[in-house]
Nanobody
Framework: QVQLVESGGGLVQAGGSLRLSCAASGRTFSKNIMGWFRQPPGKEREFVAAISWGGSSTVYADSVKGRFTISRDNAKNTVYLQMNSLKPEDTAVYFC???????????????????WGQGTQVTVSS
């Protein structure tokens, strides 16, 4: 059974930092795109960042570029999201996603990610 489990969310003041982790089990994702998405209250799920299977390529949403960094450790089957200079508008449930097909290009569409975690809440107070 494949599972993605996010952790590291919480309540932080504006300007603060958090580091999210997403640990995968049940299969290896070392050859697969992994990404982070978020869903603000009352809104659709939106793309945040994604990383290539080898970690050499990353893509970010404009709203987080320069503040967030995605990385992965394939030996641990884990992907991370370092979030700095957090803003109240970053408040959302953050989800980790993984593609089932290996060696694909990075995608921003949630529908192209086959595996999802349960999400972790990030709340940024002003």
């Amino acid at each position: 059974q494949v599972q993605l489990v996010e952790s590291g969310g919480g309540l932080v003041q504006a300007g603060g930092s958090l580091r999210l982790s997403c640990a995968a089990s049940g299969r290896t994702f070392s050859k697969n795109i992994m990404g982070w998405f978020r869903q603000p209250p009352g809104k659709e799920r939106e793309f945040v960042a994604a990383i290539s299977w080898g970690g050499s390529s990353t893509v970010y949403a404009d709203s987080v570029k320069g503040r967030f960094t995605i990385s992965r450790d394939n030996a641990k089957n884990t992907v991370y999201l370092q979030m700095n200079s957090l803003k109240p508008e970053d408040t959302a449930v953050y989800f980790c996603g993984a593609e089932a097909t290996p060696y694909t290009n990075i995608h921003r569409l949630p529908s192209l990610y086959e595996y999802w975690g349960q999400g972790t809440q990030v709340t940024v107070s002003s």
